[in-house]
């Protein structure tokens, strides 16, 4: 199976730059998604990595090492909407399903 | 912008009572998911569609968790006898066939078993 953790929960300052890390233990892992759920709202979608390497879609940027089991998502020119919870996922080989990390809630302060 | 849609919203029942969920896909998305979140926590996969079988269903728990896609398009899990530890949201996604690591979710239904 699969497990993947992420701190519980990171603090910034508008403007500033953050970066949530994901590590994972699993068999037959095939790539690392990335989303964004606001309080109350739906999970949607932010980024994927099949390779090992940095994926850059405007602001958000996320990072997938193998040999690490690691992978972080990096936002930049931090805004006050991006106050939510992250989730990374794992995609595995089987039924291709995804499974969610713990998640992180991400505060964005004036 | 096609969304998925679920229904109801907002759900309350009281323990042993049955409950059902309804979900409609993206129009075009062969792969539907049904996930349980609770508070604080990671959407958990309850069951995946293909078409209209189940490719997953491994932490469904069947003696009281019950879902079908008969034609292939909308979807309907059912909880019966509805406990009070099933007090979660109850996410709907659906994705392009072959499964995908980019899930379309919709609003989910707020459960609250009393």
């Known amino acids: 199976g699969q497990s993947l953790e992420q701190p519980s929960e990171v603090t910034a300052v508008e403007g500033a730059i953050v970066q949530i890390n994901c590590t994972y233990q699993?068999?037959?892992?095939?790539?690392l998604s990335w989303y964004q759920q606001h309080d109350g709202g739906a999970p949607t979608f932010l980024s994927y990595?099949?390779?090992?390497g940095l994926e850059e879609t405007g602001r958000f940027s996320s990072f997938l090492s193998r040999s690490d089991s690691y992978g972080y998502l990096l936002l930049q020119e931090l805004q006050m909407k991006d106050s939510a919870s992250y989730f990374c996922?794992?995609?595995?080989?089987?039924?291709?399903?995804?499974?969610f990390g713990t998640g992180t809630r991400l505060l964005v302060s004036p | 912008e096609a969304e998925v849609a679920q229904s109801p919203r907002y759900k309350i029942t009281e323990k042993s009572q049955a409950v059902a969920f309804w979900c409609d896909p993206i129009s075009g998305h062969a792969t539907l998911y049904w996930y349980r979140q609770i508070l604080g926590q990671g959407p958990e996969l309850l069951v995946q569609?293909?078409?209209?079988?189940?490719?997953?269903d491994s932490q469904l728990p069947k003696d009281r968790f019950s879902a079908e896609r008969l034609k292939g398009v909308d979807s309907t899990l059912k909880i019966q006898p509805a406990e009070l530890g099933d007090s979660a949201m109850y996410l709907c996604a659906s994705s392009l066939d072959p499964p995908s690591h980019e899930q379309y979710f919709g609003p989910g239904t707020r459960l609250t078993v009393t």
């Open positions: 569609f293909q078409d209209e079988s189940v490719v997953d």
């Open positions: 990595n099949a390779l090992d």
């Open positions: 699993t068999s037959g892992f095939y790539g």
């Open positions: 996922a794992g995609l595995n080989t089987g039924f291709q399903k995804l499974v």
